[in-house]
């Protein structure tokens, strides 16, 4: 572009001529047609004719104002912003896109980065701490997302049971795995015992012999695992998630209740405790009567 | 280094051997297990002269020719936890059908199956409502000032509770693998219950459900209780008395009714975790629990081999109390053995027999027959009333 405006392509001159054509053709249609008045005869009603001059007449009127110098000025001047303003806008919003998709992609690509290597021999932990770590930093937080509307407390309700859920089954999982651990260590246990009878010549022929072996060796590696805070631990998590499913689940079961004729968990519970506290009521109302 | 000698030859021979006799006791056990199998529990006669809520009043048929030696009514407190039908299991096993063919007039409390409506109910009202208002029953019909109390396990601590708040209504207090003395390390119940959130549970589940503490018990032992019991079940299964005794306990262990939640809330809090019962600092119904005011006799039974309530939780009591005349027995044997194993029903009931007829005739100052009251109505028509005449 050399910067120069061609008379024939300068868009101030254009929208001049423009307006200036509209302007003799909106008014047309008011000029062109006269009225004829004819004496004694009572005119009919012109309301759709007169609702169209009427129309005209203002789009003539807008278009004498547009073809004022000025006006038409500071309309192509606010005209000429316009592409700025769209890709402004536009700018604005492929950014916004870029950033939740680099979001998006970073997570992604996070996803069980949170668990270290290890080795072979700890692939099945390795595994569910990495599922563990991946849910909590990664997944879960989506589940935590404020709901929005008139379903919100029921979707969030949703959201939180499905979140309570996943977490059970993990707990319950790692806690199962922690339950597998004295068979591992027992077999480990009785290979090695049976190495050191065999060598020493001692093998019984009872095979009974040998389970009750196993049994008691297990039965040492069970006891010294309950006393570990790693089993207590994983049992009190387990435990707790269960509660905490249970409750979230019975809460969207409320939800549900409220829809059918019956009466709920919530309101069954206040009437027994009612019951309760009436009954105690009575017992000391019979026992103050029986002493009177 | 020699090659070590293993006798395969041998050990083949003997598989080959088993695998026989496993044959032979497969069609065996077939027949039995298609068989007509008595399985029943708790057969002796009874009657129920009282109930309340969903709590009952068992009371037990004399043995036809027993010397009743032992005037005073004895009343059996189970636990919330299980049900006592663990004390009638089967015929040639019984402590019920020992009570009474020794004379003793026996009364056992039902604690019933609690369900959602008794989720609010406490020690207090199980102490001083419940046990409160039976002890009166049987003191109103048998005409008697006083009654014996024996408690198991949990129902001990209720006894134990209700002695000191109601020491004026107990003449001899028995517990048996009664827990008192939370504060130990010797079993694995005592370990995992300081950690446990009671509130969360009891918020979750309403009642404490029969099944998870069944869950949790059988963790406390699975090599044993989960394999082991099952394997000897298998290898007894041609043995039909073997096979009916092993169902009618299987029958027994997982009928588990749900344990009221406030009640398991205070017993989890306050004793199991802060341990208030032993320390006299146990709060029920406004009331303290002051162990001092134990002032009758006390015989404690508990089991060496006892992995719910091991000995260092059981063997305390006799000393926190305020009775002179107290004993211990510590039996050689575990939790449940203690009543139906076939070598502690020689010493168990026997030892109970003895040492109340031991203070059967003793007499405290200020002690006064009652005339006995009429029986219910839901009484049997053929069943007399026993009049009390308390020797000196």
Known sequence: ????????????????????????????????????????????????????????????????????????????????????????????????????????????????????????DTIDRDTLQAWSTMYEEEIQRYLNIPQLGLNRFYQERINRAIDRYTVFVTSLTEFLQILQVPFEKTTRAMNEKIEEIASADALPE?????????????????????????????????????????????????????????????????????????????????????KG | MDKPKIPVDLIIKHLAEEAGQVHERAQKASDILLGSLETEIATTP???????????????????????????????????????????????????????????????????????????????????????????VIRDREGVEKVNVMGICMGGTFCVI?????????KNLITTVCPTNFDTQQGLLHIWMKGLNADKMVDTYGNMPGDIMNFGFLLLNPARLMIDKYIGFFENMDDKSFVENFIRMEKWIFDSPDVPGETFRQFIKDLYQNNLLIQSKLMVGGRRVDLGKITMPLLNIYAQFDHLVPPGAAEKLSGAVGSTDTEDLCLDTGHIGIYVSSKTQKEFAPKIIQWLKDREGRREPGHRVVPPKKKPARARANSTVKKKTLSA
């Open chain 1, 206 to 290: 009872d095979s009974r012999e040998y389970y009750r072996m196993w049994v008691k060796t297990l039965e040492g590696h069970f006891m010294t695992l309950f006393k570990s805070p790693q089993y207590t631990g994983a049992l009190g998590n387990t435990l707790a998630s269960y509660e905490d499913y249970l409750l979230s689940r019975n809460s969207i079961v409320q939800d549900l209740l409220q829809s059918f004729p019956i009466p709920t968990n919530r309101e069954m519970n206040e009437l027994y405790k009612e019951i309760y506290l009436l009954k105690k009521k009575v017992r000391k109302l019979e026992k103050a009567g029986g």
């Open chain 2, 162 to 170: 209700y002695s000191a708040l109601h020491p004026e209504k107990v």
């Open chain 1, 1 to 120: 572009m050399d910067g120069k405006e061609h008379p024939g392509t300068d868009p101030q001159a254009m929208l001049a001529d423009w307006l200036k054509a509209a302007n003799k053709f909106w008014a047309r249609p008011e000029q062109g047609q006269p009225r004829e008045e004819q004496p004694g005869k009572k005119e009919p009603p012109r309301s759709l004719q007169d609702s169209f001059l009427s129309v005209m007449k203002t789009l003539g009127t807008l278009s004498t104002a547009m073809g004022d110098p000025q006006v038409m000025n500071a309309a192509f001047r606010g005209a000429s912003i316009l592409p700025d303003i769209t890709s402004s806008l536009m700018k604005s919003g492929m950014q916004a896109l870029l950033t939740l998709q680099n979001q998006l992609s970073e997570k992604a690509g996070k996803l069980g980065a949170g668990a270290e290597p290890r080795t072979f």
């Open chain 2, 46 to 136: 009874y009657e129920v002269v009282h109930e309340e809520d969903r709590v009952r009043l068992k009371h037990y048929h004399p043995s036809p020719g027993a010397k009743s030696e032992i005037k005073t009514p004895l009343l059996v407190v189970y636990a919330l936890i299980n049900r006592e039908t663990m004390l009638d299991l089967q015929p040639e096993r019984s402590v019920v059908k020992s009570f009474l063919q020794n004379g003793i007039n026996l009364y056992m409390i039902d604690w019933g199956y609690p369900t959602a409506k008794d989720k609010f109910l406490t020690i207090d009202d199980h102490v001083n409502v419940y046990m409160d208002n039976i002890v009166d």
